[in-house]
């Protein structure tokens, strides 16, 4: 595995390349073009700034996250096609440029999906967390604002303001959309990009629906291990394949994530690993990393990835914050570090003690 780091750009992010430098085993970035919107193609010379930046601080740009699907493609609307052929013009523009992981997310109007930004917990942090019953009794249309409220003025990313200004028009779009549609859509997409993604190299990593069930009624496709396995099934090409988000997966206490990764071998490209602690059915929030701090058994989530060979770029995803540091919510400096640094000493422990 590689440890990354996620950046969102000296205009977005609150943590310098250079702190990210000085994490102990940190080399990679994934980052992606802010200020763009599903459905662009990406400007060359925008990627080459954002990987020469990178470069220039002693890193390397080893994914992009994300490039984001247009709803057209999502719902296969007429206009797919268009949008589908820009997809193609920015991965091929990505390729060139020597980017060889790319995740997205198939998840309708709604990216990842939190009910309070700043939950405290008992040790003095801040953390997201989820209540299903704050959700059940929310209007859709205050979602998007509840988001901005607690997000102390940073881009929440998937939550950009111009796309859920249009909120109703995107709802009336995905109103007969049900989960077979949602793969056949997918479906579509994967076998037109699949072409240039061998072309140039390119793994496919899609992102777990986050919470693993569905909102607001919205069909979800991405959320356990059969409805996995059924996505890689949707292409014999390995390229197409999958970012195991643990903290994603890990809301639904049903999925054993361990199981999952080792049924996926061949099909990660991509891996967020951090915990959860359930409160209550339908409620959780994010703990530290530490197994023993939330639900999830790190020792075995990465020992499930080191014994499929996992070789692909891995973060920590999110953090608490902690240290009294404003920063975007799940994206300080600090705990992140924290993550990374007990994520590569479980990982050295596994591998010293596997005797290769
Ligand atoms: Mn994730």
Known sequence: MQMTMRWFGKDYDSVSLEYIRQIPGIRGIISTLYGTLPGEVWEKEAIVKLKEEVEAAGLVLAG?????????????????????????????????????????????????????????RPDGSTTMSYDQSVIDTIDPDDMSSLIE?????????????????????????YKDLDEAGLFENLKYFIDRIMPVCDKYDINMAIHPDDPAWPVFGLPRIVTDREKLLRLVGLSKNPRHGVALCTGSLGTNPANDIPAIIRSLRGRIHFAHVRNLLHTAPGKFEESAHLSSDGSMDMFAVMKALYDINFKGPIRPDHGRAIWGEVCMPGYGLYDRALGAA????????IDKMSGK
């Open 64 to 120: 992009i996250e994300s490039v984001n699907i247009h709803d057209a493609i999502k719902t296969g609307a007429r206009e797919r096609d268009k949008y589908i052929d820009n997809y193609i013009g920015t991965l091929e523009r990505l390729g060139k440029a020597g980017v060889h992981m790319v995740c997205y997310n198939f998840m309708p109007v709604f990216d990842w999906t939190r009910t309070d930004l700043a939950k405290p």
């Open 342 to 349: 007990y994520l590569n000493g479980l990982w050295e422990a």
């Open 149 to 173: 409220r607690q997000s102390k003025g940073f881009v929440m990313a998937g939550w950009e303001p111009e796309r859920l200004a249009r909120l109703k028009e995107l709802f009336a779009m």
